[in-house]
Every structure is written in structure tokens, then in C-alpha cells.
């Protein structure tokens, strides 16, 4: 086991896919020499030369739809968005061309890319830059959504979402990037479709991903202490969701709070809370209760910032309430 920061972890996944299939190649701005906003392709254009490390012009929409041909072609690209919300100048070549080619096409073409960079609510970096665009691309069939949270796995969905022949929207938290962990030093990879049961309990499901996973284990924390007993779930895949591992904990306890960085409107726990109520409405005693991020913009203002995302206080308020009213 070795010690790894969460960027690093990253970086691991994508050297050695880049060491292991020629096809694979990363573009965007600042990937190269700079090594990238937050250093996960760092010295990796010393390796494998400019063109599998490519820097490019500062306009998404231009490089997005030549990663999407580049991938038409039997190329693996790696889109690196400095800013997950950058993205949004190239939504068209994300939902019209690369969700939907492998079917318009009839099966022709395959779409093997992975689009990954920082995202969610940082620390002060102002409304256009605490994006969450996971919820915007929900509802564009043919994408596959993963939200990573540890460096655990953040290594082994990146290798695994590169591998994938579909494209892939993989969500990393701007937080989250000094993160250590202690890593295998073995190869691994982790399936794109499968939610992880970070803690087992009895008293009440807790549905989280991303950052969130974090301020519901923070919370956890003070609930152990007062007998409370939640079990925690790190949804991972947001497109599709893992609804094996969501209904076999909903059996169990019968209480379901759901802890996203997604505002309310429109959020993925919007998505989550119809699926439960369509297939597992039965095995519900309490309606689902989300606890998201305020309809507005991310104030720049620090402590309005913090105001407006959900934090582990109104969690722990949250399973009280929902424990206490168990007939």
C-alpha cells in the first residue's frame, strides 16, 4: 500500500492506461506543459510527447467534437475541463454527438471517451465556477455519470471509465484533491455501475455522492455518539443509478435521507427520490427527504457560500427528526 493524494491517484489511472493501450490520449487547456489546473497530467507530455498530451485553444466546444471524432475512429480520448462548467460551451457536442452516435449510427460507431475535471462548490470561486453539471446532463441518453469521492476510487473508475467503450462523464470535486489514502500497489479497477455501502446500519438510509460523502461521514460521527444508527451509501454512478444496492438498504430500514451539492430543482436526489417512490414506494414509513444546495447562484461571499450547501449539523438534524417520528 502507498500513500496517494487524490490527484495523484488520478494521474496513476491515467499513465498507466496511456502505458498500456497507445489509442488513449488526453487534450485540453493547459494539459501539456502546464500539467494541468490542478496538476493530474503533471510531466505527463514528457512521457508520451505532445500529441498524446495535447494542449489546446481555449474553446470546449471545437475540441470536444474532434475528441468525439477522434473517438468515432477507434482513439480513446481523455477530455480534461479546467472547469467542469466550461463544459457547458460544448453541451451540443456532448449530448448530440457523443450520447447519441453509437445509436444513431446503428451500432457503427463506438464513443470510447471520458470527460472528467474539478467541479461542485469550492472555496469562494464564485457562481460560474461552482457548477454541479451532473444535473444537466442527467436526462441526455447515452451518457455514463460517475462521481468519485475517495482516491480509493477515483483510480479504479477512471481506469475502468477509459476502458469503457461509451462515453463517460466523470465528476471529480475541486475539494476533494489533496484527499491521501493508501492505495494498492497492484492494478485494480472498479466497476462504473455500482454503488458502495460505506456504512452499514439500521436506523435510516443515507443516499450521498461526491463531496457530500464526506459531510454525511462527518455527521455520522455525531450521530454514533448519541445511539443513532444510519447506514451510508456512496451512490458513484449517477447514470445508471445502482438500484440492487439503493433497494436491498431501503428493505432494511425502511428511511431514506438523500445528501447532494446539487441544488434542489432538477437535482440527481429529484431523479432518486421518483425511482424510489416508482419501484419501492411500499417499502417506505416516512416520505424520502433530500437535503440539497439553494436555487441560486454560489455567492462568492464565504460564509453566504457556505450557507447555501447542505452541511453535517442539518444532517444530523435531519435522522433525528426522521428516527424519532418511527412509530
Known sequence: MAET??????????????????????????????????????????????????????????????????????????IEGMNMG???????????????LRYTSGGNFKIPMVIRGPGGVGRQLGAEHSQRLETYFQAVPGLKIVACSTAYNAKGLLKSAIRDDNPVLFFE????????????????????????????????????????????????????????DPEVIDLISLKPLDFETIGASIRKTHRVI??????????????????????????????????SSQDIPTPYNGNLERLTIVQPEQIVEAVEKMVASRV
Do not use: W
Open 5 to 78: 493524494l487524490f490527484f495523484n491517484a488520478l494521474r496513476e489511472a491515467i499513465d498507466e492506461e496511456m502505458a498500456r493501450d497507445s489509442s488513449v490520449f488526453v487534450l485540453g487547456e493547459d494539459v501539456g506543459h502546464y500539467g494541468g489546473s490542478y496538476k493530474v497530467t503533471k510531466d505527463l507530455y514528457k512521457k508520451y510527447g505532445e500529441l498524446r498530451i495535447l494542449d489546446t485553444p481555449i474553446a470546449e466546444n471545437s475540441f470536444t467534437g474532434m475528441a468525439v471524432g477522434a473517438a468515432m475512429t477507434g482513439l480513446r480520448p481523455i
Open 173 to 228: 470535486h475541486v475539494l476533494l484533491y489533496n484527499l491521501k489514502e493508501d492505495l494498492p500497489e497492484q492494478e485494480y479497477l472498479l466497476p462504473l455501475d455500482k454503488a458502495e455501502v460505506v456504512r452499514r446500519g439500521k436506523d435510516v438510509t443515507i443516499l450521498t455522492y461526491s463531496r457530500m460523502r464526506h459531510h454525511v461521514m462527518q455527521a455520522v460521527k455525531t450521530l454514533e455518539k448519541s445511539g443513532y
Open 86 to 100: 466550461f463544459l457547458l460551451l460544448a453541451f451540443n457536442q456532448i449530448a448530440n454527438n457523443a450520447g447519441m
Open 258 to 291: 438523500i445528501v447532494e451539492e446539487a441544488m434542489r430543482t432538477g437535482g440527481i436526489a429529484a431523479e432518486v427520490i421518483a425511482s424510489i417512490n416508482d419501484r419501492l414506494f411500499d417499502e417506505l414509513d416516512a416520505p424520502v427527504l433530500r437535503l
